[in-house]
Every structure is written in structure tokens, then in C-alpha cells.
């Protein structure tokens, strides 16, 4: 898996993760109960959305080909 993975602030990708991350922000500054779990499953989502990009990009790339 490369260091980082390059998303455009136009794509789907980018407007799935941008709520995501925001609220992962909000979990992490406050302490409030279930902030831990929440924070997980965020962290989850968004791994696995990463992880979709990466796919979705490395097709792309493979079409060009």
C-alpha cells in the first residue's frame, strides 16, 4: 500500500471521506462517551474507502495501459 493515496476534492471518493473525516475530527477533540468506538469505526470507513480509491485509481491506470 503506497504512504498516501491522492484523492481530487471533486470526486466521490472525496465526498464520501470529507464527512467522515470531519466528524472523526470532532470525535478525537472532544472526550464524550463512545468517542473510542466511534473513532474506530470511523478509522475503519475510512481505510476501507482508501482502500476503494486505490483500487478505483490502479484500474484506471491498468485501462491505460
Known sequence: MP????????????HVLRPALQLLVCETAASRPGSALMTVHLARIIFVQALRTL???????????
Open 3 to 14: 504512504p498516501h493515496i491522492p484523492v481530487r476534492g471533486s470526486s466521490e471518493a472525496a
Open 55 to 65: 483500487s478505483a485509481t490502479g484500474e484506471s491506470a491498468a485501462d491505460q495501459n
